[in-house]
């Protein structure tokens, strides 16, 4: 068979995805996009609240309607969507593609590849929880999908694991169809996910979050039981003597997501910190002709922002394939003091660029330095949530004479 030879192949179809494929075909490229599902949309069909879209379209959406308006988009720029199909393998060397699907392989040749592949969940097993394995333990995109797709109950009296975004949102949706939410566990001292949805989801509802817990035990052989919670110490060590049991049949687990790169685990370079792919400020990965988009790369706090990464990626990618814009040198940026991990890791030389970053604690009153560039105030700064940072043209231009780039928070707390 032959290779099929297009500009840019677009790898997922969630917001990333949708929003790199159509950028890349309005800007004049031959575009192809692959989806494992029938339909493009990836997670978002499932995310019934609101909160989408206030970034990029001026409005409060649902995730369906969010992906709508990316899925529209895509139709009117003339990008080719393939669902039930997935890339099977990466040859970086020979710049080559196979996928696979329902009409068998197609291999693909593209000038360009962005992979928009998103995050899996982290699963039970990942965290070392004595018990048995009964039913009732399910991650919270699991317990999201069997709810608002499948319009299914996983449970009846309910214990969340973790305070990430998912878990906040599946407690007050499991609530309001009837579901006991017993309490919101986290191991940290402060919520994993953004305040506004500890907020609207638990307090709003009287949803009890229970800061440095976790759970140690599970009981139930066929079906969950209960748990055993204790509580924690700053390292994360269990704390002798505070255990409890607390009876439920179903057990969420919001333990937090993984940027998904196998298929080019060990070809791409990766982040020590985050596990997703190193890119440069126009979202090209340290391989010339991989560009990524999406929770791949990072795991960001907003669908609004992968969205942008795509359309970043798409233009890049297309202006590059279609030999447009050769790829400028790229200076690397480097994390320093209150810096957990940012994205990109790299700048290039380009009209303008935003940084996205966290801090590694909770910061009131501090200021982001970026070496070559004034200071910035930052105020109410927490892990949870991504600090945007936008630099102009100028500042831009100033940053890539360097060598290299530090940038941290100093604290004036």
Not at 28 to 51: F, K, T, Y
Request: proline share 5%; glycine share 10%; with cysteine.
């Amino acid at each position: 068979m032959m290779d099929k030879k297009i500009d840019c192949l677009v790898l997922g179809g969630g917001a990333g995805g949708l929003a790199a494929a159509a950028e890349a075909a309005r800007h004049g490229a031959n575009v192809v996009l692959l989806d494992r599902e029938p339909a493009p949309g990836g997670v978002l069909d499932q995310c019934i609240h609101h909160g989408f879209g206030v970034h990029r379209y001026r409005e409060e959406l649902t995730g369906p309607e969010f992906a709508h308006r990316l899925v529209t988009e895509l139709e009117r720029s003339g990008a080719e969507f393939l669902g039930k199909r997935f890339a099977s393998l990466v040859d970086v060397k020979r710049r080559r593609v196979s996928t696979l699907g329902p009409s068998g392989y197609i291999h693909f040749q593209p000038s360009r590849v962005i992979l928009a592949t998103g995050a899996r969940e982290r699963p039970f097993g990942a965290l070392g929880v004595p018990g048995f394995r009964p039913s009732g333990i399910l991650t919270a995109g699991v317990a999201q999908r069997m709810v608002n797709v499948d319009g299914l109950l996983p449970g009846r009296r309910t214990i969340i694991l973790g305070s990430g975004d998912i878990g906040l949102i599946m407690a007050r949706r499991l609530h309001l169809e009837g579901v006991e939410v017993v309490a919101v566990l986290e191991q940290r001292a402060i919520a994993g996910g953004l305040t506004r949805n500890v907020v609207q989801c638990l307090d709003d509802f009287e949803i009890p979050l229970l800061l440095q817990h976790t759970v140690s035990c599970v009981h139930g052989t066929s079906r969950l039981e209960g748990v055993t919670v204790g509580e924690v110490d700053r390292q994360g060590v269990l704390i002798p003597g505070t255990e409890q049991y607390m009876a439920a049949d179903t057990l969420v687990l919001s333990v937090g997501l993984i940027p998904d790169n196998e298929l080019v685990s060990g070809l791409v370079p990766t982040d020590k910190a985050t596990g997703g792919l190193r890119v440069n400020s126009q979202m090209k990965t340290e391989i010339d002709w991989l560009y990524a988009a999406g929770n791949n790369v990072i795991i960001y706090d907003l669908a609004d922002w992968v969205a942008r990464a795509g359309e970043t990626a798409g233009q890049f990618a297309a202006q590059a394939a279609l030999g447009e814009s050769p790829p400028p040198d790229s200076v690397p940026l480097e994390t320093g003091a209150n810096i957990v991990h940012m994205v990109p890791t790299a700048l290039a030389d380009t009209n303008a660029a935003c940084l996205l970053l966290r801090v590694s604690e909770p910061i009131a009153n501090g200021s982001l330095q970026i070496e070559g560039l004034k200071p910035r105030p930052v105020a109410r700064a927490r892990p949870s949530e991504m600090i945007e940072v936008e630099l102009s043209e100028e500042e831009i231009s100033e940053l890539c004479k360097r060598e290299r780039i530090l940038v941290e928070i100093v604290s004036h707390d």
